[in-house]
């Protein structure tokens, strides 16, 4: 093999690799953790982006989303462990 085709070879599997991980995102429905740290804005960069987009393709995920949004307001966890710590 001749190193021009190692070069396209690994560059394909790089392809794949990356096209793999992006299906495999957006496949993957939202977790209800995931969608209240959503609501409350409090995911890092990289999830909101993915958030955001598999809400834009999943209507079962956007409907929850809605479900989630109507329940009360219960104080976060978080606000829990930091009072007690
Ligand atoms: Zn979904």
């Known amino acids: 093999m001749t190193l021009e085709i190692q070069l396209l070879i690994l560059f394909a599997l790089g392809m794949l690799w990356y096209m793999w991980r992006r299906i495999k995102g957006s ?7 995931e969608m209240r740290d959503f609501i409350q804005k409090r995911l890092g960069k990289n999830d909101l982006k993915r958030v955001r987009e598999h ?6 995920c956007k ?22 710590f």
């Open 55 to 60: 809400l834009l393709s999943c209507e079962e």
């Open 27 to 33: 496949l993957q429905h939202l977790e209800d953790n």
């Open 63 to 84: 409907d929850r989303l809605d479900e989630i949004q109507k329940e009360p307001h219960r104080p976060s966890p978080d606000r829990f462990l930091k009072r007690r």
